[in-house]
């Protein structure tokens, strides 16, 4: 059996007899890989705390013919800890890491991978509220995918903005001239925020009132879950009360 190394993102674990794991994870570069970690629910086990959700790992593998053997494990981001302990960092990395395993395909995309590691490391060192953090994450996650949407220019004729008619299905913002009978209409305050989220404008982003956030979280979940075509099983348990702690870049344990 072919003996090979990757950088990883565990998405989700399955446990595989008394002691076994299956582990989900999103690769650098060999896309999504399923594989078996033997023992690693032993305490003796070495590494089965580097192969839990939302870690990052350098592993070694032996490919297999329908699962992959870890071998070997080495943690380059410790985010775990931090996330699960914080409710709506847990919440909010759940639905990064179903996410990402649905609009990648097992060949997997480098985008994809750097852009969820990145949004576990700004959770884990709690750099931005986690809602913002999640809202961010989707739209890119489905730029990537190829569905980006547009908050300036009508998404259907391409006339220059500003437009405050919002219509998922057809891609975001759409002029007044072809926008469907009761199209719901945001603000400016709402689609400068999802515009600041898809860019990373994040000193503007961190600006936004609650109202303006709460807006925008639900503009941003209708639109994922239209695209995937199939609902988000964790979404529904995301904790968005405010959060008024501020941001922090000190956190241990991360990359």
């Known amino acids: 059996m072919p003996l090979y190394r990757d950088e990883a993102v565990v998405l989700r674990t399955y446990k595989l007899g008394e002691a076994d794991r299956i582990?989900?994870?999103l690769s650098?570069?060999?896309?999504k890989i399923r594989a078996v970690?033997?023992?690693v629910r032993r305490t003796a086990s070495k590494f089965g705390a580097r192969l839990e959700p939302f870690m990052v790992a350098d592993v070694q593998l032996y490919e297999g013919r329908t699962l992959d053997i870890i071998t070997q494990a080495e943690s380059l981001g410790s985010y775990g800890a931090a996330?699960?302990?914080?409710?709506?960092?847990y919440t909010a990395a759940s639905v990064m890491v179903e996410t990402a395993d649905k609009v990648t395909e097992d060949d997997g995309s480098l985008q994809q991978y750097l852009l969820l590691v990145g949004a576990l490391r700004s959770l884990a060192r709690r750099e931005h509220s986690p809602g913002l953090t999640l809202d961010s994450?989707?739209?890119?996650?489905?730029?990537?995918?190829?569905?980006s949407p547009s908050f300036s220019d009508c998404a259907m004729t391409g006339a220059p903005g500003p437009h405050s008619a919002f219509v998922v299905h057809l891609g975001g913002v759409v002029a007044d001239e072809v926008a469907p009978p009761g199209a719901p209409r945001l603000d400016a305050a709402t689609i400068g925020l999802l515009s600041s989220l898809l860019t990373g404008d994040w000193a503007a982003a961190d600006a936004a009132d609650e109202r303006t956030r709460t807006h925008a979280s639900g503009?941003?979940?209708a639109y994922t879950q239209f695209h995937l075509e199939r609902s988000l099983r964790s979404l529904e348990h995301v904790d968005r009360t405010p959060d008024s702690r501020p941001a922090s870049t000190t956190n241990g344990n991360t990359r």
């Open 23 to 25: 582990v989900i994870m």
């Open 37 to 39: 970690a033997k023992g």
């Open 137 to 147: 994450y989707l739209l890119r996650a489905l730029s990537v995918a190829g569905w």
């Open 219 to 221: 503009i941003v979940a």
């Open 28 to 31: 650098r570069s060999h896309g």
């Open 83 to 89: 996330i699960t302990g914080d409710y709506s960092s």
